[in-house]
């Protein structure tokens, strides 16, 4: 299987920070990459898909860029409402696998 | 809009067996795969299995083959998950997600919670 590694596990930022997140895959999975935010009690919400393209409804301030093995996950002006954690995962095949996590947190 | 509502979770003891289900409505059920993802309290996700949309081909994650079967019913717009031979490490909350194309997940249930303890 693929493993894909978050980093770091926690960020604490502060509102307007630019923020990035980085994705690690352990073999090539090309562009095969999507991000995901999650807030507690909530189920994941789909921000990135083909490790750029930003999700209908989903806000500029977050962009994706990388392909391969190493991916990022940008916020360019941190907001209140993105402290949460987030995750990548990996669609290169049929047994998906996502990272770790990195919690964001208030500085 | 999409919906998709879980159901079927509880307490069950290890060695049991549980049925989940999925209920879709707001988009063409049957045009679509469907996933289903867990995650352990205070724990990452885990993807759990996948079924194309007409269920003629099904992936699994290694640590669920050969206990969960993941099925669909396109005539009541119902996805299922039955896990058999439960184990205390499969206690999580589990969630369906729509897949978009190719293995990612657009729009997810609120997610129903399996507890696997004696």
């Known amino acids: 299987d693929i493993q894909m590694t978050q980093s770091p596990s926690t960020l604490s930022a502060s509102v307007g920070d630019r923020v990035t997140i980085t994705c690690r895959a352990s073999?090539?999975?090309?562009?095969?990459l999507a991000w995901y935010q999650q807030k507690p009690g909530k189920a994941p919400k789909l921000l990135i898909y083909k490790a750029s393209s930003l999700e209908s409804g989903v806000p500029s301030r977050f962009s994706g860029s990388g392909s391969g093995t190493e991916f990022t996950l940008t916020i360019s002006s941190l907001q209140p409402d993105d402290f949460a954690t987030y995750y990548c995962q990996q669609y290169n095949s049929y047994s998906l696998t996502f990272g770790g996590g990195t919690k964001v947190e208030i500085k | 809009q999409v919906q998709l509502v879980e159901s079927g979770g509880g307490v069950v003891q290890p060695g049991g067996s549980l049925r989940l289900s999925c209920a879709a409505s707001g988009f063409t059920f049957s045009s679509y795969g469907m996933h289903w993802v867990r995650q352990a309290p205070g724990k990452g996700l885990e993807w759990v299995a996948f079924i194309r949309y007409d269920g003629s081909n099904k992936y699994y994650a290694d640590s669920v083959k050969g206990r969960f079967t993941i099925s669909r019913d396109n005539s009541k717009n119902t996805l299922y998950l039955q896990m058999n031979s439960l184990r205390a490490e499969d206690t999580a909350v589990y969630y369906c997600?729509?897949?978009?194309?190719?293995?990612?997940?657009?729009?997810w249930g609120q997610g129903t919670l399996v507890t696997v303890s004696s």
């Open positions: 073999q090539s999975i090309s562009s095969w």
């Open positions: 997600a729509k897949d978009a194309g190719g293995g990612v997940g657009d729009y």
